[in-house]
């Protein structure tokens, strides 16, 4: 792995944004160069100590699922070297780690497809029995698998904001009803593709989000990542019964450990209220994620 890149500083393109990992610049009027940084964010607060070689893992991955999921949907890879766009100087910050992508306009909700009752849905189903409107049945427990999977909506949130779970109604009056019908078969057909790869791989997927947009001639596009550890929960199958049997969250191939640590770490005497600026990761952490993304692609792509 090379040095690690916390952020990417290109003189030859426009910076349009930085997201909370991706740094995206203008390549004319109709292409992205979108470069993923080693930046690690969780609970929509990016940390400070970046996770070295990480933006590498998640191209790699992206890219391996883009060319395994083309002939369910389009994606937005425009098929070009990414380095062809830069100044030399500027490749080192670009090959391994970049996309070339087809500018496409963004739907602004996330398509959240769980398989598996963890997280968010967990904690929202023992309030409700049900997660984003979606009724589940009775009597089911932490990381039980659903009987079929559900499509879970979200509303994109701002830097530093919390995405917001909304129901399928809510994703239809924003983006009209034919389209998010069109969503949420598309994002289910995805995630039971992918999860039935992974199962070979011995990884379950126990939920993911994509992102979707629309095309010059309104074609929905498949964008941004798609099923890496930062937009997914990936779990060890091997490790799953004996955790699900316990009652306790399986261990996992994504960003969940950062999660639990977060989740008990104390500033200024309290815990961390989940708001900028995140509590410093010990390097242990960083090292522990950093390899655990490292096997979870070694797992799904040899």
Same mark, same amino acid.
């Given at each position: 792995?090379?040095?690690?890149?916390?952020?990417?500083?290109?003189?030859?393109?426009?910076?349009?944004?930085?997201?909370?990992?991706?740094?995206?610049?203008?390549?004319?009027?109709?292409?992205?160069?979108?470069?993923?940084?080693?930046?690690?964010?969780?609970?929509?607060?990016?940390?400070?100590?970046?996770?070295?070689?990480?933006?590498?893992?998640?191209?790699?991955?992206?890219?391996?699922?883009?060319?395994?999921?083309?002939?369910?949907?389009?994606?937005?890879?425009?098929?070009?070297?990414?380095?062809?766009?830069?100044?030399?100087?500027?490749?080192?910050?670009?090959?391994?780690?970049?996309?070339?992508?087809?500018?496409?306009?963004?739907?602004?909700?996330?398509?959240?497809?769980?398989?598996?009752?963890?997280?968010?849905?967990?904690?929202?189903?023992?309030?409700?029995?049900?997660?984003?409107?979606?009724?589940?049945?009775?009597?089911?427990?932490? +990381?039980?698998? @659903?009987?079929?999977? *559900?499509?879970?909506?979200? $509303? %994109?949130? /701002?830097? !530093?904001?919390?995405?917001?779970?909304?129901?399928?109604?809510?994703?239809?009056?924003?983006?009209?009803?034919?389209?998010?019908?069109?969503?949420?078969?598309?994002?289910?057909?995805?995630?039971?593709?992918?999860? +039935?790869?992974? @199962?070979?791989?011995? *990884?379950?997927?126990?939920? $993911? %989000?994509? /992102?979707? !947009?629309?095309?010059?001639?309104?074609?929905?596009?498949?964008?941004?990542?798609?099923?890496?550890?930062?937009?997914?929960?990936?779990?060890?199958?091997?490790?799953?019964?004996?955790?699900?049997?316990?009652?306790?969250?399986?261990?996992?191939?994504?960003?969940?450990?950062?999660?639990?640590?977060?989740?008990?770490?104390?500033?200024?005497?309290?815990?961390?209220?989940?708001?900028?600026?995140?509590?410093?990761?010990?390097?242990?952490?960083?090292?522990?994620?950093?390899?655990?993304?490292?096997?979870?692609?070694?797992?799904?792509?040899?």
């Amino acid at each position: 792995m090379t040095e690690a890149l916390l952020e990417s500083r290109l003189h030859s393109l426009p910076l349009l944004a930085r997201g909370k990992v991706r740094d995206n610049y203008a390549v004319g009027t109709d292409r992205l160069l979108m470069i993923a940084s080693d930046r690690l964010s969780a609970f929509d607060v990016v940390m400070s100590e970046p996770i070295p070689g990480k933006g590498q893992l998640l191209t790699e991955m992206a890219l391996f699922w883009f060319e395994r999921l083309k002939d369910i949907v389009p994606n937005h890879l425009t098929g070009e070297a990414p380095e062809s766009v830069v100044a030399a100087d500027e490749r080192a910050q670009v090959i391994g780690r970049s996309m070339l992508v087809k500018r496409v306009t963004p739907l602004p909700v996330e398509a959240v497809v769980r398989g598996y009752l963890a997280g968010s849905g967990w904690k929202e189903y023992q309030h409700s029995r049900s997660v984003c409107g979606v009724a589940l049945p009775e009597g089911l427990v932490n +990381a039980a698998k @659903l009987p079929q999977p *559900i499509f879970t909506p979200a $509303t %994109k949130a /701002e830097m !530093g904001d919390h995405d917001e779970n909304i129901s399928f109604e809510r994703m239809a009056e924003i983006i009209g009803a034919p389209l998010a019908a069109q969503v949420r078969k598309v994002a289910i057909e995805l995630y039971e593709t992918a999860a +039935a790869y992974a @199962l070979t791989k011995g *990884i379950i997927i126990a939920d $993911t %989000k994509f /992102e979707f !947009g629309l095309d010059a001639h309104g074609t929905l596009t498949l964008m941004d990542e798609v099923l890496t550890p930062d937009s997914s929960r990936f779990w060890p199958l091997g490790g799953y019964d004996k955790a699900f049997v316990a009652g306790l969250n399986p261990p996992s191939y994504d960003k969940q450990f950062v999660r639990d640590w977060l989740e008990q770490a104390v500033v200024d005497g309290a815990p961390w209220n989940k708001q900028a600026p995140a509590p410093a990761l010990p390097a242990s952490v960083v090292e522990h994620t950093a390899a655990t993304y490292r096997e979870a692609l070694q797992r799904l792509t040899r």
